[in-house]
Nanobody, 121 residues
Framework: QVQLVESGGGLVQPGGSLRLSCAAS????????VGWFRQAPGKEREFVAN????????NYADSVKGRFTISRDNAKNTVYLQMNSLKPEDTAVYYC??????????????WGQGTQVTVSS
């Protein structure tokens, strides 16, 4: 079992930045790939980014490519999502998830509770 806790969400103006954190406890964190997802009101959950176990490979949704950066620190059991140039359409609840064998949007075994990101002036 892996427990995931997201933090770092909040209210930010368009063009601003936030850094989300996903802290893991339980089984060996470095055994898992990690993904970030988001869900806006009335919309389906969508893939944002993922990172492999060693942090050497990443993938991004086209909508965030060039603005968001995913990274991890296995010594701290934490994954980060640096979000720059935020837009109102980035407003959503952001979730992290882990899995041993993942694709872009499937194969995730454990999920966090989410953190709200609101981009508004």
């Amino acid at each position: 079992q892996v427990q995931l806790v997201e933090s770092g969400g909040g209210l930010v103006q368009p063009g601003g930045s936030l850094r989300l954190s996903c802290a893991a406890s339980g089984r060996t964190f470095s055994s898992y790939a990690v993904g970030w997802f988001r869900q806006a009101p009335g919309k389906e959950r969508e893939f944002v980014a993922n990172i492999n176990r060693r942090g050497s490979g990443t993938n991004y949704a086209d909508s965030v490519k060039g603005r968001f950066t995913i990274s991890r620190d296995n010594a701290k059991n934490t994954v980060y999502l640096q979000m720059n140039s935020l837009k109102p359409e980035d407003t959503a609840v952001y979730y992290c998830a882990v899995g041993v064998t993942i694709t872009f949007s499937s194969g995730y075994d454990f999920w966090g509770q989410g953190t709200q990101v609101t981009v508004s002036s």
